[in-house]
């Protein structure tokens, strides 16, 4: 079937919503974590096998459960998703005229008229009962189906990707600059991981980048705080 886009030029980018979100989330997940935890850990001991070894600890420990979280929770929506669609089955078989009528209802919320939205529920029950209220009734497509490996493959990788490069910065530091450089390292990646998220989803980069510049810094600042805290009360 020819491509019936009005716009063919200019693709809509909600296709990509689902690995976009995992990747995004686990990318910065993975930059403010674990260079947070350096700050932390350098602010509180400024030896540097300690604050690279604190380092990959947080990049493996947040890598997994980042990765499991991301299994479990979309999982438990996929579980749902798959519930929702085999009670619409069963009431499709169970009530077949009111589940027609449910249709035409959510036709004519639309803007249908009521004979218009009557005729479409019935062409539409005719070739795929199924899919037309999986669709419209629960809102369910094929681009929002959730694929738990995916979501958690994508999210680890990112996240260990990402974290490895203030990782990196604290591991080429020079001795007593951990802080400085991590911190000048940490928002450039940050910044370019806001652009890259915002062009991704055709959104706009410069609030996009600044939003997750600013939360970042924060959290980098409240550890170092935490860190200093500590460090000067041992
Ligand atoms: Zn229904």
Do not use: C
């Not at 600890?57 to 998703?81: I, K, N, P, R």
């Not at 069963?90 to 009521?114: M, R, T």
């Not at 652009?195 to 924060?218: N, Q, S």
């Amino acid at each position: 079937m020819p491509d019936a886009s009005a716009h063919p030029g200019e693709p809509h980018y909600i296709t990509r919503s689902g690995w976009l979100r995992a990747a995004v989330l686990g990318a910065n997940d993975g930059v403010v974590s674990v260079s947070s935890l350096i700050v932390g850990v350098a602010a509180a001991n400024p030896d540097p096998s300690a604050v690279i070894i604190a380092g990959v600890a947080g990049l493996s420990a947040g890598a997994m459960s980042m990765a499991a979280g991301e299994y479990v929770s979309v999982s438990s929506q996929s579980d749902t998703e798959r519930a929702d669609i085999a009670r619409e089955t069963q009431a499709l078989q169970d009530f077949p005229d009111e589940e027609l009528a449910e249709l035409a209802a959510i036709y004519q919320d639309k803007g249908l008229s009521e004979e218009t939205a009557l005729v479409v529920a019935k062409e539409l029950t005719a070739h795929d009962a199924l899919g037309a209220h999986v669709r419209d009734e629960l809102g369910l497509s094929d681009v929002h189906t959730a694929n738990p490996l995916q979501a958690a493959f994508t999210s680890g990788v990112t996240f260990s990707v990402a974290a490895a490069i203030p990782l990196l910065a604290a591991f080429l530091a020079p001795a007593g600059s951990i802080i400085p450089v991590v911190l000048v390292v940490t928002v450039f990646t940050l910044a370019a991981l806001g652009a890259m998220g915002a062009k991704a989803g055709a959104a706009p980069i410069l609030r996009a980048t600044i939003r997750v510049v600013v939360w970042g810094v924060f959290a980098m600042a409240v550890t170092a705080g935490v860190g200093w805290l500590f460090g000067v009360s041992v």
